[in-house]
């Protein structure tokens, strides 16, 4: 068992932080920016509450957060009553949002300054994947600190990757945006296609699943597109904002990435319907309209 803390319990993070307690075994100190969810928590699994990241850091073997953005996660960390004003020396910091590498490289360094380590660790799997513990974690940073802080990880993933240095789990999980993207928008149109032409939908892909069209998409995604329930997944909002992190990203890298662009923007298109908080699979509403 060790101490741990957890920072930001959204629809992803309130889910993870009940793993390291449950299925962990966890000491788990909880911070969320409104507090009644914190006290939610703490209500439901346990644990205790902290009403500022420091307060919820100090003293413990490894921090995790999950927040919105970079501007998010500066501030739980080093912003006014930030974790890493108060962490300890040898202590781990993990952190699973979906970030820029520049501010995980930069986060790197400030913690390696003040004796502790960073690792960021984007995860995929989306909701349902929190919730059941099984997400995939994409990490950048050092491999001591990788392999410490792998076992804990392990409640709520059922894969764990090293990518490379710090900033790496980002760049990483950018390629899985990127890859998402497109086959959403493939699969989008050859739904938009053979009901166009007149084919029965759940007969052509039970079969052209079983072929070199076959997706995690396809498989888990064209029964609801089918009949346009677009609730069942990853918000467009924050697909968006991912994209624009791959898209900045590749500005900097020099990566000609088309596809994405022009999908980014037919995710604009839907957020103009009304889409903002319909999940991904939501292309297909835009063909439809």
Not at 3 to 26: D, E, R, S
Not at 194 to 212: F, N, P, Q
Not at 265 to 271: G, N, T
């Amino acid at each position: 068992m060790a101490a741990v803390a957890f920072l930001g319990l959204g629809v992803m993070g309130y889910p993870m932080a009940a793993h390291l307690k449950n299925k962990g075994g966890h000491d788990v100190t909880v911070y969320n920016r409104t507090t009644a969810k914190a006290e939610q928590w703490v209500a439901q699994h346990g644990g205790k509450l902290a009403k500022t990241p420091a307060a919820a850091a100090e003293g413990k073997d490894f921090v995790f957060s999950c927040v919105g953005n970079d501007d998010d996660l500066r501030s739980v960390t080093i912003g006014t009553d930030g974790a890493f004003s108060s962490m300890k020396t040898g202590a781990i910091f993990i952190d699973n949002t979906t970030a820029s590498a520049e501010v995980a490289r930069e986060l790197s360094t400030k913690a390696e300054a003040a004796g502790f380590a960073f690792l960021d660790a984007p995860v995929s799997g989306g909701q349902a994947g929190a919730e059941n513990g099984v997400l995939t974690v994409m990490v950048g940073g050092r491999q001591g600190a990788f392999d410490t802080a792998r076992p804990v990880i392990d409640a709520y993933a059922r894969m764990i990757g090293l990518m490379g240095p710090a900033g790496s789990g980002q760049l990483t999980k950018m390629i899985n945006q990127i890859c998402i993207a497109g086959l959403v928008q493939g699969l989008s149109e050859g739904i938009h296609f053979g009901k166009k032409a007149g084919l029965d939908i759940e007969k052509v892909v039970e079969v052209i699943s079983k072929g070199a069209a076959g997706s995690w998409q396809m498989e888990n995604r064209h029964k609801t597109m089918n009949v346009g329930k677009y609730d069942h997944g990853f918000a467009i909002d924050w697909m968006r904002k991912d994209l624009g992190i791959c898209l900045a990203e590749a500005n900097r890298n020099g990566a000609s990435l088309p596809v994405t662009a022009l999908v980014d923007q037919f995710y604009k298109d839907v957020q103009a319907m009304g889409g903002s908080r319909w999940d991904t699979s939501a292309l297909l509403a835009r063909l439809e309209r």
